[in-house]
């Protein structure tokens, strides 16, 4: 089992920024991400990054968002950048192995215009 601590959400106004982090208490994860889910919405994935670093952005954060990781610590983050009103959800962070994936507990972000 993997424990995982969610932390960094918030509110703030549109233009703010903010900064999630994911740390869990084991590594090895092949594959790290973000998803959201806003009220009546599915939930999709806004961004994720691989072992070896790729990464992968929802066009609607492309350019706002940054995803990045610390190996040593094992944690994920999420720099969010020039936020508006729709990027108002729950966040959630996933980590996968080849046979597994867990989910955070999810933490709220919520941008006033």
């Known amino acids: 089992q993997v424990q995982m601590v969610e932390s960094g959400g918030g509110l703030v106004q549109a233009g703010g920024s903010l900064r999630l982090s994911c740390a869990a208490s084991r590594s090895s994860f092949s594959l790290m991400g973000w998803y959201r889910q806003a009220p009546g919405k599915q939930r999709e994935l806004v961004a994720a990054i691989s072992s070896g670093g790729s990464t992968n952005y929802a066009d609607s954060v492309r350019g706002r968002f940054t995803i990045s990781r610390d190996n040593a610590k094992n944690t994920l983050f999420l720099q969010m950048n020039g936020l508006k009103p729709e990027d108002t959800a729950v966040y959630y962070c996933?980590?996968?192995?080849?046979?597994?994936?867990?989910w955070g507990q999810g933490t709220q972000v919520t941008v006033s215009s």
């Open positions: 996933r980590l996968t192995t080849l046979s597994k994936e867990y």
